[in-house]
């Protein structure tokens, strides 16, 4: 499949701290990008986007960074909370034949320590 | 709360059987997608509909299949069930056919025995 890996990378944070989660995506004709939070049980959830015209969009207390050069997508998470554990994995959406496409990356893995 | 519904949560059936997923995408999404996650796979696109018509397959088994309602509702029938066909199947519905935000739903946790 287009995302595989059944171990994901864990990222272990102190309440408190900044995090930052990096994504690389594959194809550079890609020209929209997501970030999804998925908790155990539930489905994904839209945190943020960005498009290709853009290096840089912030939320609440969130930030995403494209760096189309290198194709890397990163998320910084802000003040990072025990309720920001779960896995983080970003989107690319491209237009290869006349439909979009998204394609998932794998997923890292949060883990806020105490 | 995505907005997105979808029917029933758990499900837990016998080889061969057949399975429909419901799903009620957020009001005013045009497109619907399915999505099935196993724990050896990330999220696999299956298929997408936009206003009733198929606009996208992705790796979708024959025994598969979908299709989008008038109310644009949307149901996945999964047909002749292997063990392998255990995992999360996601529906997710956007205002276009592509390139905004997909909003997903809690998923249907098949179980096949």
């Known amino acids: 499949g287009e995302s595989v890996g059944l171990h994901l990378p864990t990222l272990s944070v102190q309440e408190g701290d900044n995090s930052i989660i990096n994504c690389a995506y594959s194809n550079s004709a890609s020209d929209y990008f997501i970030w999804y939070k998925q908790e155990s049980g539930k489905g994904p959830q839209f945190i943020i986007d960005i498009r290709s015209n853009m290096d840089k969009r912030q939320g609440q207390r969130v930030t995403v960074l494209l760096n189309k050069t290198v194709k890397h997508l990163s998320l910084q998470i802000a003040a990072t909370q025990p309720g920001d554990s779960a896995v983080y994995f970003c989107?690319?959406?491209?237009?290869?034949?006349?439909?979009?496409?998204?394609?998932f990356g794998t997923g890292t893995r949060l883990k806020v320590l105490a | 709360d995505s907005g997105v519904t979808q029917t029933p949560k758990h499900l837990i059936t016998a080889t061969g059987q057949r399975v429909t997923l419901r799903c009620s995408p957020r009001s005013g999404d045009l497109s619907v997608y399915w999505y099935q996650q196993s724990l050896d796979q990330g999220l696999q696109f299956l298929i997408q509909?936009?206003?009733?018509?198929?606009?996208a397959k992705g790796n979708i088994l024959e025994r598969f299949s979908a299709q989008q309602f008038p109310d644009l509702h949307s149901e996945l029938n999964l047909s002749s069930l292997e063990l392998g066909d255990s995992a999360l199947y996601f529906c997710?519905?956007?205002?276009?056919?592509?390139?905004?935000?997909?909003?997903f739903g809690n998923g249907t946790r098949l179980t096949v025995t």
């Open positions: 509909y936009y206003n009733g018509e198929e606009r």
């Open positions: 989107a690319e959406n491209i237009l290869p034949s006349g439909t979009y496409k998204y394609i």
């Open positions: 997710a519905s956007s205002d276009t056919e592509g390139n905004s935000p997909l909003h």
